[in-house]
Every structure is written in structure tokens, then in C-alpha cells.
């Protein structure tokens, strides 16, 4: 596809499983973002990958967030043990460099935790 | 202190004004500054990038950038009900990282 694709579009989970949300970028984008939106905020910055490597995961809230992106490519952002304080719109961001790239932003998951 | 801060709104104007749109960042070394529009349920566009102090125009959009200030402006002329949306400021960090950090953003509506 052309554009950066998320799945699931939607999940909802019971507090305390595990969740993966997979993100696939524009081909060629270098520089993948994961950025939590709760309503009526902006966008938080959780991690951000250059290739393979996390070159800032400053924005994770706690050690039960994990990313990765093993291949440089697609991207998985892991949550364990959910809390309601979870819900909100997980958006993946790519381009092509890190800096001063324009973001190409996914249509992103909603994830509630219930 | 936030470190990209716009009012929240929503900023109401007329359909033809000029809406003008405010930021402030707090890293005074952030050299590359950015406008998302965003509408309701879908998820941001990039839709002016802005590096130098000054103004810089692109059709009915004009980005203002005060370094000194710390002070990132949008004014959208002749504004459009199809401009209603949410415009996030965005500021990309001093870091070497390439992090990007967003506003709350600032909801903007025009009236027909």
C-alpha cells in the first residue's frame, strides 16, 4: 500500500492482558514514530526508531511498553498487563529521514482497555 | 512548563477571515518547526514546515517563526468551513534523536 498501515484498527481488551499493536510504513521510510492521542490532546511521543534501533524511547510511560522493529521495517509496540489509563488512539508515524521529514501518520489503533 | 504549548480553543471566526493560530515551545535550541491539521477521527497532515525566522507562504497558509520569541504562528486567510479542524503545533527537539513533540492543539472553527 501507499500509505503507513496499522492493524488492528480497533482493539479492546480486558485490563491486565497483553496487547500488540503492528504498524507498516511507507516503503523506504527510515525513521518510524509511535505516538499515543488521548481526546482532545495532542499527540505524545512515545519512541522513535531509525532503522532497526530505538533512537529515543524517552516518551514510554513505564517498563510495561515495549517496541520494536526488528528489520528495519514493520514495527510492533507490545503493552503488558493493560490498565484502563491505556485507552486512547495509538498512531504510527514513517519518513523517510529522521529529521526534518515530513511524518506520514497511520489511521491508527484504538485501543480500550475495559 | 509544557514544552510546545497552544490554547486549546476553539477559535471561532467567520468564513472568509483571517484565523490566526499561536504556539510557544520552550527548547530555545529547536530549529525545525511544523503545522498538522487534523480533522475530527482521522489522524494529522502535515501541512507547513517551517525552519527560518520570518514568514513563509504557501497558498492561503502562512507560518510566522519567532526564534527569539520562541513563538510559532499560522494564519489561514480567506478561511474556509472545510478548514474546521484541530491544527497541531509540532517541534522537533534539540536532540540529536530526530523527536518530535506536538501541542495540544487549537480547535478552529469557521461559521458559514
Known amino acids: 500500500g501507499a500509505g503507513v498501515s496499522q492493524t488492528p484498527s480497533n482493539k479492546v481488551t480486558e485490563k491486565g492482558k497483553y496487547v500488540e499493536l503492528r504498524c507498516d510504513p511507507i516503503?523506504?521510510?527510515?525513521?518510524l514514530y509511535w505516538y499515543r492521542q488521548s481526546l482532545g490532546q495532542g499527540p505524545e511521543f512515545l519512541i522513535y526508531?531509525?532503522?532497526?534501533?530505538?533512537?529515543?524511547d524517552s516518551g514510554l510511560p513505564n517498563d510495561r511498553f515495549f517496541a520494536v522493529r526488528p528489520e528495519g521495517s514493520v514495527s510492533t509496540l507490545k503493552i503488558q498487563r493493560t490498565e484502563r489509563g491505556d485507552s486512547a488512539v495509538y498512531l504510527c508515524?514513517?519518513?523517510?529521514?529522521?529529521?526534518?521529514?515530513?511524518?506520514?501518520f497511520g489511521n491508527g489503533t484504538r485501543l480500550t482497555v475495559t | 512548563q509544557k514544552e510546545v504549548e497552544q490554547n486549546s480553543g476553539p477559535l471561532s471566526v467567520p468564513e472568509g477571515a483571517i484565523a490566526s493560530l499561536n504556539c510557544t515551545y520552550s527548547?530555545?535550541?529547536?530549529?525545525?518547526f511544523f503545522w498538522y491539521r487534523q480533522y475530527s477521527g482521522k489522524s494529522p497532515e502535515l501541512i507547513m514546515s517551517?525552519?527560518?525566522?520570518g514568514d513563509k507562504e504557501d497558498g492561503r497558509f502562512t507560518a510566522q517563526l519567532n526564534k527569539a520569541s520562541q513563538y510559532v504562528s499560522l494564519l489561514i486567510r480567506d478561511s474556509q468551513p472545510s478548514d474546521s479542524a484541530t491544527y497541531l503545533c509540532?517541534?522537533?527537539?534539540?536532540?540529536?534523536?530526530?523527536?518530535?513533540?506536538f501541542g495540544q492543539g487549537t480547535t478552529l472553527q469557521v461559521k458559514p
Open positions: 517551517i525552519y527560518s525566522n
Open positions: 508515524a514513517s519518513s523517510r529521514q529522521g529529521r526534518d521529514s515530513p511524518l506520514h
Open positions: 509540532a517541534v522537533l527537539t534539540s536532540s540529536n534523536t530526530g523527536k518530535l513533540i
Open positions: 516503503s523506504g521510510h527510515t525513521a
Open positions: 527548547d530555545r535550541v529547536s530549529q525545525s
Open positions: 526508531f531509525q532503522g532497526t534501533g530505538a533512537a529515543d
